[in-house]
């Protein structure tokens, strides 16, 4: 039951701008949109979430569409650290709706 | 402030062994998640706490698979009759109940399980 949809993998240029896309068409009222990755070996990291607002952080920012069916996050300046599995997940803040359930995710690969 | 600890990272384990994994939350998070992901596969729920008590448990929780959190604090997950098909990354992750809005589960560094 995918609520996202991902491209599978992706390059990027160091020292330039990654735009992550994700499609949830099927996205409800109380939705929201969350971001993780996952560098090889390591637990998911949180990047940031977002309802219906853009978001900006120290990581990334979360561009959402006005009519919520998809997303784009932004890595402002790529690094080689970047490179990872990224995960679009939404999820409702219901109180019987625990899990986060992750796709396949996009593997993005930073090139020098 | 520290993170989600989890001990071991590593074990490996015979056929037939039984196995327990700790999990130690950010503290004063009340909510407390068990994952499980193999080679290749993104991260998949197993079971959930909030405080001591154990509000959901997914159906690849089998019987052999047992998780605590006696005291609300640090979370235990034990796996008894180890089969190699339990080689697999374990994740625990923890969040603050937040009502006005949603809560944001961070993650540890996973206890990598290889069972020979």
């Known amino acids: 039951d995918a609520k996202t949809t991902q491209p599978t993998s992706m390059d990027c240029a160091e020292g330039r701008a990654a735009n992550l896309p994700c499609n949830h068409s099927?996205?409800?009222?109380?939705?929201?949109v969350y971001w993780y990755r996952q560098i090889h070996s390591q637990g998911p990291q949180y990047i940031i979430h977002?309802?219906?607002n853009n978001e900006t952080n120290e990581m990334a920012s979360l561009i959402i569409t006005e009519d919520r069916k998809s997303s784009t996050l932004i890595l402002p300046h790529a690094t080689l650290r970047d490179t990872a599995v990224y995960y679009c997940?939404?999820?409702?803040?219901?109180?019987?709706?625990?899990?986060?359930?992750f796709g396949a995710g996009t593997t993005v690969t930073v090139r020098a | 402030d520290t993170g989600v600890s989890q001990n071991p990272r590593h074990k490996i384990t015979k056929r037939g062994q039984n196995v327990t994994f700790r999990c130690d939350p950010i503290s004063e998070h009340n909510r407390l998640y068990w994952y499980r992901q193999t080679l290749g596969q993104g991260p998949e729920f197993l079971t959930y706490f909030q405080n001591e008590a154990q509000l959901e448990k997914s159906r690849l929780l089998s019987d052999r698979f047992s998780a605590e959190r006696p005291k609300g604090s640090f979370s235990t997950l034990e796996i008894q009759r180890t089969e190699q098909g339990d080689s697999a990354m374990y994740l625990c992750a923890s969040s603050l109940e937040y009502r006005g809005g949603s809560d944001t589960q961070y993650f540890g560094p996973g206890t990598r399980l290889t069972v020979l």
């Open positions: 997940i939404v999820r409702s803040p219901r109180s019987n709706d625990y899990k986060l359930s």
């Open positions: 099927t996205i409800s009222g109380n939705e929201y």
């Open positions: 977002g309802l219906k």
